[in-house]
């Protein structure tokens, strides 16, 4: 960095942030998360466990068991370490030095994968050419307020991404279009995504803001329930009907086919009601760390 | 819980019904889509396949790479749904049968039924589990592919879910 703008930064009172912390940081999260599920999610998958019977139940027996066995053995729980993920929170008092962000994102998600002999997923979409280190990752950056830098790294698995869907829906199909959509989606998955499933639904925004809040509401707590009443009603009742398809378990049939709906939203167009339902397997990886 | 050793022969496979759970002990091939499109050109072209088709069963699954001091990595099963394009012609040629995760078609149902094979469901997401429970893997085809390759997996006890048996009955 040029002498006069460490000064000028010193001096407005920016933290200074070399990118390697970042890397490092990465690196850490890809890590931990290849290798345990979160604590709500392991909670959800125990209490699916005891209302269970047949083999629904021996799949979610078989399932706890398999996150020790990858603890004690330090194997990845799950051989689809997925796409790297990473939802960054920047402080715009934060001032960035050191490689290129994205690059030093990527080159966390390479050290770790390498290290942690986790599956390199990623290839080209025609030629299917593997890029042989697990990146690029899919970074998503927003600028909000104060010196901090949140990282959140979510390991996202495709048997479960290649069952989400987008919806356009029109302003009068509201909240029945909702629920009716994230229903839907999970119905037309079936056993195919790893149920029970985790449901990421974004409400409003654009095309492309709305899948983004979807896989945002993957980020927050398997259980957790969004503060706005009329929304947490919508997760409640889609919650309810999702089980009521009686998928079960990897689709043996069962009680549980669904550990949690989350929904967040962002104002829309007076034109439109876009929905986007990201499912994500029972396996919820996600680690967060602040710098 | 039952426990199975591969090769299997007719009267085993009709004994085993859907819904019930096995030990699977034996060898096993992994391919999953980039594999089969080339197991298919191969076909088409009249060419020899890089392991012997008859009585096989295919794992669908893509390995991590092996820790040091194991055989593989974890190794838990892909979605089967996306191969139902190539099960079908693979049993008619005397594929036994496969382990993935997920429903089938309809049509690949009855192809296993026509040819009295079976189609095992392997717990989606106990990648650990089946990684540990892999003893020996070698590949044996498309290295290129990396984990999509295809490896000769000697397996020791993969607990399995019969999915759909050779009758033709299906648990989803």
Redesign the interface.
């Known amino acids: 960095m040029l002498p006069f703008l460490k000064n000028l930064s010193y001096n407005r009172g920016m933290r200074i942030v070399n990118t390697q912390e970042i890397q490092n940081c990465v690196y850490r999260l890809a890590r931990k998360a290849g290798l345990s599920l979160t604590d709500s999610c392991r909670s959800a998958m125990e209490e699916a466990e005891k209302i269970e019977s ?2 629904a139940k ?2 979610l027996n ?2 706890l ?3 020790r ?2 603890k004690r ?9 997925g796409l790297s993920v990473v939802m960054m929170e920047l402080g715009q008092e934060v001032f960035l030095e050191g490689p290129p962000l994205s690059k030093a994102v990527d080159e966390g998600v390479r050290r770790a994968y390498r290290d942690g ?5 990623v290839c080209d979409p025609l030629t ?1 050419q ?1 890029t ?1 280190d697990n990146t690029p990752a899919h970074l998503h950056v927003e600028i909000v307020e104060g010196d901090k830098i949140q990282i959140s790294f979510l390991p996202k698995g495709f ?1 479960s991404e ?1 069952m989400s869907r987008l919806y356009m829906l029109t302003p009068s199909e509201g909240r029945n279009g909702i629920i009716k959509s994230i229903v839907e989606t999970v119905k037309l998955a ?5 149920p029970p499933v985790y449901v990421g639904v974004g409400i409003g925004g654009t095309f492309d803001s709305c899948a983004l809040l979807a896989k945002k509401a993957l980020l927050r707590e398997v259980g957790s329930r969004n503060e706005r009443a009329d929304v947490a009603s919508i997760e409640e009742e889609a919650l309810e009907k999702i089980n009521a398809l009686k998928i079960g378990a ?4 069962g009680k549980v086919t669904a550990l949690g709906v989350s929904c967040e939203l962002r104002p829309t167009h007076i034109a439109g009601l876009p929905v986007a339902v990201n499912i994500q ?3 919820v990886r996600c680690e967060k760390e602040i710098l | 819980m039952k426990k199975i050793i591969l090769p299997l022969d007719e009267k085993e496979i009709n004994s085993l019904h859907a ?1 019930d ?1 096995v030990l699977l002990s034996g060898t096993i091939y992994t391919a999953r889509d ?1 594999a089969h499109r080339r197991i298919f050109e191969l076909l088409d072209k009249g060419e020899k396949l890089p392991f012997p088709l008859k009585g096989a069963i295919i794992y669908y ?7 040091a001091g ?1 055989a593989c ?4 099963p ?2 089967s ?1 996306r191969m139902n394009a190539f099960a079908p012609r693979l049993l008619d040629l005397g594929l036994c049968g496969m382990i993935g ?3 089938m078609s309809g049509e690949t149902a009855e192809a296993i039924r026509r040819n009295k094979g079976i189609y095992f ?1 392997a ?7 089946y ?2 429970a892999i003893k020996k893997a070698t590949c044996v085809a498309f290295e290129d ?4 390759a295809i490896y000769r997996m000697e397996v020791e006890d993969f ?1 399995l ?1 019969v999915a759909i048996d050779s009758h033709g009955n299906s ?2």
């Open positions: 047949g083999a021996f799949a078989t399932l068991e398999n996150e066995t990858a053995e330090q194997m990845p729980i799950c051989q689809d370490t002999n986790f599956r390199k997923s299917r593997n042989g048997g290649n079936g056993s195919k995504p790893c990897q689709g043996f049939g397997c029972h396996c | 819904g759970s980039c699954a893509g390995p991590c790479p092996a820790p194991k990595g974890s190794c838990g892909t979605t749904a995760k997920g429903e469901a717990i989606g997401g106990a990648g650990a589990t990684g540990n592919l990396l984990s999509e607990p879910v648990i989803y």
